[in-house]
């Protein structure tokens, strides 16, 4: 089986602009869960999808947001981006069973100037 | 709140040597998973643990959850510079759809 994918693998923007993250899951996978990667922080959950629904969500600002399209791809957007934005941004998908085993995708890379 | 604490922070130690990694919580876990993690990618999932004291082996890798779900460890055996990366143990609550709360981590390095 593929593994989940992630577009784009490297991004730069300014602040003030806002940014569109995708992420493709594992065939037959419907959950979809995001996370922030950055030095200090560690891994951070964002939000999880499930059947086109957003089912949990960390705590993150409003800025933050997502959907999942039928097919179980989903996309993050972050508006009106700050410099604390710069991070790893992953995906990971799940078959949602009992003990959420996630597979992650490689990330992708956010820079913000 | 970090409800997961990882230790060591960082590792570096020769190849050949052994080393244990430990992730801890005052939580109760459903299920605690450890990954690796290497530059510029996405963490690995290495194994899944969900019974209490349960132990697993994975080559030269040994997993084990405490008995009341709330700690877990890593060990490695004569370790070499293939294991060199980030280690990170997750903990999952029943419930919490799709999050999993991640340790700090754990940097190893693996000098020949």
């Known amino acids: 089986k593929a593994g989940v994918t992630q577009t784009p693998r490297y991004l730069i923007k300014t602040r003030g602009q806002q940014v569109t993250l995708s992420c493709s899951p594992i065939?037959?996978?419907?959950?979809v869960s995001w996370y922030q990667q950055t030095p200090g922080q560690g891994l951070q959950f964002l939000f999880e999808?499930?059947?086109?629904?957003?089912?949990n969500k960390g705590n993150f600002p409003g800025r933050f947001s997502g959907r999942q399209f039928s097919n179980s791809r989903s996309e993050m957007n972050v508006s009106t981006l700050e410099l604390g934005d710069s991070a790893l941004y992953l995906c990971?998908?799940?078959?949602?069973?009992?003990?959420?085993?996630?597979?992650f995708g490689p990330g992708t890379r956010l820079t913000v100037l | 709140t970090q409800l997961l604490e990882q230790s060591p922070q960082f590792l570096s130690i020769q190849e050949g040597e052994n080393l244990t990694v430990y992730c801890n919580s005052s939580?109760?876990?459903?299920?605690l998973q450890w990954y690796r993690q290497e530059p510029g990618e996405g963490p690995v999932l290495l194994v899944t643990?969900?019974?209490?004291?349960e132990v697993k082996k994975l080559k030269r890798l040994t997993f084990q959850f405490g008995d009341a779900r709330k700690d877990s460890s890593l060990h490695i055996t004569a370790a070499q510079p293939g294991d060199t990366g980030l280690y990170l143990c997750?903990?999952?609550?029943?419930?919490?759809?799709?999050?999993?709360?991640f340790g700090q981590g754990t940097t190893l390095q693996v000098k020949p």
């Open positions: 939580s109760v876990f459903s299920s």
């Open positions: 990971a998908s799940s078959w949602a069973g009992e003990y959420n085993e996630q597979f």
């Open positions: 643990v969900v019974t209490g004291g």
């Open positions: 999808y499930f059947s086109e629904t957003q089912r």
């Open positions: 065939s037959g996978h419907r959950s």
């Open positions: 997750a903990g999952f609550f029943s419930g919490n759809t799709g999050k999993l709360i």
